[in-house]
């Protein structure tokens, strides 16, 4: 089956600096997420992004948060200045279509640890 | 506010033993409800989706339910084996509007040899 790839794995950075997550969605998918799971929390959604543009976001993302498909393939998240509370397991995923009855693939996820 | 609570939070039980998850659920109008299996440090897998109109349907091992009029929804899991050790999320989508689904928190289950 095809796979949401996502680099790095783990991530460690110091506060305040600007880190960038990579995915890789599938190949025929439209429609791109971020989510993001604290550690012993449920998924929380991020920001949507479709047609090049953010279609939905939460509340949690902020003006430290950005997203870009910057070629045809990869879909990046930027958090511009981190905070310690922004240390969470990052996941992409993609979909076919935007339908509600679309199955979403996640990637594994890049576990971003702020010191 | 769409809401997914989900029990027991956690649940241990040995190789072989059966298991059901329990989802609540106050998301409206409706869409359909997916039952994601997430293995430690991985992203959350489906591994059934459960729309309006259908009250139960199984994959492999698993078994699905839904009620629509209670807003409840269950996850059964026959013959446990070893590697259904992880967490179950139920989501939960609407319809129109948003296409955004609502998470719930998971159960953690660990099976026992």
């Known amino acids: 089956e095809p796979e949401v790839t996502q680099t790095p794995s783990h ?3 110091q506060m305040g600096q600007e880190v960038i997550l990579r995915c890789v969605p599938i190949s025929n998918h439209l429609y ?4 993001r799971q604290i550690l012993g929390q449920k998924v929380e959604f991020l920001v949507s992004f479709y047609n090049n543009e953010i279609s939905e976001k ?3 993302f902020d003006d430290q948060f950005s997203v870009e498909r910057p070629d045809g393939s ?6 511009r200045s981190t905070k310690l509370e922004d240390s969470a397991m990052y996941f992409c995923a993609s979909r076919r279509q935007g339908g509600s009855n679309e199955k979403l693939f996640f990637g594994s996820g890049t576990q971003l640890s702020v010191l | 506010k769409n809401q997914v609570e989900q029990s027991p939070q ?4 040995l190789e072989g033993k059966n298991c059901t998850l329990q989802c609540n659920y106050t998301v409206s109008p409706f869409s359909n409800l997916r039952w994601y299996k997430q293995d430690t440090g991985r992203g959350p897998v489906s591994l059934t989706i459960m729309t309006f109109s259908e009250n139960t349907k199984s994959n492999g091992r698993y078994t699905a339910t839904l009620d629509a009029d209670t807003k409840q929804s269950s996850l059964h899991i026959t013959a446990s084996q070893l590697s259904d050790s992880a967490s179950y999320i139920c989501v939960v989508s609407a319809s129109g509007g948003s296409y955004i689904p609502t998470f719930g928190r998971g159960t953690s289950l660990i099976v026992h040899p």
Do not use: R
């Open chain 1, 11 to 13: 991530q460690v950075t």
């Open chain 1, 32 to 35: 791109f997420y971020w989510y």
């Open chain 1, 58 to 60: 939460s509340e949690i």
């Open chain 1, 74 to 79: 990869n879909f990046t998240l930027k958090i």
């Open chain 2, 10 to 13: 956690s649940l241990i039980i």
